[in-house]
């Protein structure tokens, strides 16, 4: 499966190109030309990944090469249906980007299997998966929007008419799918967490043992939940909450990465080099 993965690289490199271009000249044909280009490096990775759960029976997410990969996917996955939606061009000129960024990271990685495959299979680890993976996507996504919302607010506020002003849309339309997105990713890590849990329990025989992942995944929860909370009962909006989106991707990229490198668990065998 080695053209897939080079070939999904490329169409992620030319949609980036495609989305900086019409960042810089308007031409509505250069963001379509991005999203179809995207949606074609998406299918790529879907054969590749559908592929090797036929062969394998379990998602790949044995190593950090897979990993990468995943991600990658399920972060283009989520701008193409979140641009169903909210028709949200111009993120294209963050998703693309980050895209090909983690699946070069991928093509960098050994791609040897690290992980047992008795402890990679079975229905709740593979929703456990899925639905992980597509949350910390949906909150990487509220990140870019969030810091589209910044860019467009202090564009309105110094009254600029000059790039960004013209290229954002406005602040009320950031600040919705913002939230969508937020909405998005804390069900999907909900269900990841508690479907997480029971598949420790089936393996190892308790739902809860205090690994490094599990702990920071719910902090990270907790900061999310506050946050949509707030959002609720106290109105955060605009500024406030796109300022605390951004701040949660940091949080999301320590839990994602900086656990499993820096801090010894389970979780760790999942992205061994």
């Not at 791609?111 to 639905?131: C, D, F, S, Y």
């Not at 990487?140 to 009254?159: D, N, S």
């Not at 939230?179 to 420790?200: E, H, K, N, P, R």
Request: hydrophobic residues 55%; charged residues 10%.
């Amino acid at each position: 499966m080695q053209m897939p993965f080079i070939l999904a690289i490329l169409l992620y490199m030319l949609s980036a190109s495609s989305y900086f271009a019409y960042l810089f000249f308007q031409r509505d044909w250069l963001q379509r030309l991005g999203g179809w280009l995207l949606g074609g490096g998406f299918a790529c990775q879907s054969l590749i990944i559908g592929w090797s759960y036929y062969v394998t029976h379990h998602v790949p997410a044995n190593n950090l090469h897979e990993t990468l990969a995943l991600t990658a996917w399920t972060i283009a996955g989520a701008y193409l249906a979140l641009n169903l939606r909210f028709h949200l061009k111009v993120l294209g000129i963050y998703t693309a980007p980050l895209s090909t960024f983690v699946l070069l990271a991928a093509s960098q990685a050994p791609r040897t299997p690290m992980q047992p495959e008795n402890l990679l299979k079975g229905a709740w680890l593979t929703i456990h998966i899925v639905a992980t993976f597509s949350g910390n996507a949906a909150f990487m996504l509220a990140a870019g929007v969030g810091a589209l919302y910044l860019i467009q607010e202090r564009a309105i506020k110094t009254k600029s008419r000059g790039f960004f002003f013209k290229r954002l849309p406005s602040l009320d339309l950031l600040d919705t799918t913002g939230y969508a997105c937020i909405v998005s990713g804390f069900t999907m890590l909900t269900i990841g967490l508690v479907t997480g849990m029971v598949y420790a329990k089936i393996i190892w025989g308790r739902f809860w043992a205090w690994d490094a992942k599990e702990v920071w995944s719910a902090i990270t929860w907790i900061f999310y939940a506050v946050l949509l909370h707030e959002r609720l009962a106290v109105g955060w909006r605009g500024r406030r909450a796109a300022i605390m989106a951004m701040a949660g991707l940091a949080m999301l990229l320590f839990t994602f990465l900086g656990v499993n490198f820096l801090l010894e668990g389970h979780h760790g065998q999942f992205m061994q080099m």
